[in-house]
């Protein structure tokens, strides 16, 4: 209620119960939220150690990040179905799926940058937190909830430290729980989506050999679930990096990045799927004499070293996060309260 006095107080004194009883706090963020005092106090509550209630941050910038990646994936692929249909001639169609793949991986470089820009914001508006800098519309309503903070984590100052560090930490991690930028189940649509062509081309070569087929099929999904995912992943690495790179020649950098990266999609794909194709069929490759069914092989070897990629880059990793900006801030932190660092970390 914003206008008796009395049941505004009383509905403050509930909020704690309300979030408490809750298997998740998901806070919508912008780079407002940590400014407005009510969103803090609700942060406070799920923080404390009554509570202890999981935090979930999702930027409201994500989403149409996400949108852009999955956008971009679609167009790479339809340009790679559209170029085998109009482009009879062998070499040039692979020039030109070459850089339109490589355009493809530039958009998506460029829409990391701008998520590693995001999270960064996210992360120096918890390094930078102040309880006593947030807005409210009604002061009145400032040393309300400043004394029910205080009740909660005996100071102004003990819960600044607890939002800078702690809380810091946790919502952090939830981003980079994997050395990828994004987890693997968010590249899930894209991946989906590969499922009828592979369908398709292994309906292609009913007929022939058991090795074609086999090959055909080991390579079409390790395509789709390990080299798209991992090939992603590195243009999304790249492009966070690129990001603090602010110049005239920035599109050039994003370019580079995506040509870089299809090429390396193209080696791979050479490797893990051409050659062995070729080897199934009876034809020699690299100057060695194989039999047919050394395709199979040919193919897990070529397409282990991506799949080793994919599980390196996506799996879980639970190590805090380090490095000197973290004890930097941990520092400030006790130079602005007087606490020593010992008793911080034991906090």
């Known amino acids: 209620n914003q206008t008796d006095r009395e049941l505004k107080k009383a509905g403050v004194a509930r909020i704690p119960k309300f979030v408490r009883s809750s298997r998740e706090l998901l806070v919508l963020w912008d780079e407002a939220y940590l400014t407005r005092l009510w969103c803090v106090y609700e942060l406070a509550v799920a923080q404390s150690a009554r509570a202890r209630t999981a935090i979930r941050m999702m930027p409201l910038g994500m989403s149409v990040t996400l949108v852009k990646l999955h956008v971009f994936v679609f167009a790479s692929e339809l340009s790679h179905r559209l170029l085998y249909v109009f482009v009879p001639h062998r070499l040039l169609r692979e020039v ?188 020699s490759q690299l100057g060695l004499e194989l039999e047919p069914w050394h395709a199979v092989l040919f193919t897990l070897v070529a397409a282990l070293p991506m799949c080793v990629a994919a599980v390196w880059l996506f799996r879980p990793t639970h190590a805090a996060p380090s490095g000197t900006a973290a004890a930097r801030e941990r520092q400030g932190a006790c130079e602005v309260t007087g606490v020593p660092l010992s008793e911080i970390h034991s906090l």
Request: proline share 3%.
């Open 96 to 283: 030109l799926l070459l850089l339109m793949r490589g355009c493809c991986f530039a958009l998506v470089a460029h829409a990391s940058a701008d998520m590693a820009r995001m999270l960064q914001s996210l992360e120096d508006d918890f390094g930078s937190f102040r309880v006593r800098s947030t807005q409210i519309s009604d002061e009145a309503d400032r040393r309300v909830l400043y004394v029910s903070i205080e009740k909660m984590y005996g100071s102004l100052d003990a819960f600044d430290i607890e939002i800078r560090t702690r809380v810091r930490q946790t919502v952090m991690e939830s981003f980079v729980a994997q050395r990828a930028l994004l987890p693997y189940r968010a590249l899930l649509v894209p991946m989906v989506a590969e499922v009828p062509s592979i369908m398709s081309c292994c309906t292609d070569v009913i007929g022939q050999s058991a090795e074609v087929r086999t090959v055909l099929f080991m390579s079409n999904v390790a395509k789709s679930f390990a080299f798209l995912p991992v090939c992603i992943a590195l243009a999304m690495s790249l492009g966070s990096a690129a990001a603090r790179c602010m110049g005239v020649g920035k599109w050039a950098l994003f370019l580079a990045i995506g040509v870089v990266v299809s090429a390396v999609r193209t080696i791979a794909v050479y490797f893990a799927s051409r050659i062995p194709r070729a080897i199934a069929r009876g034809n």
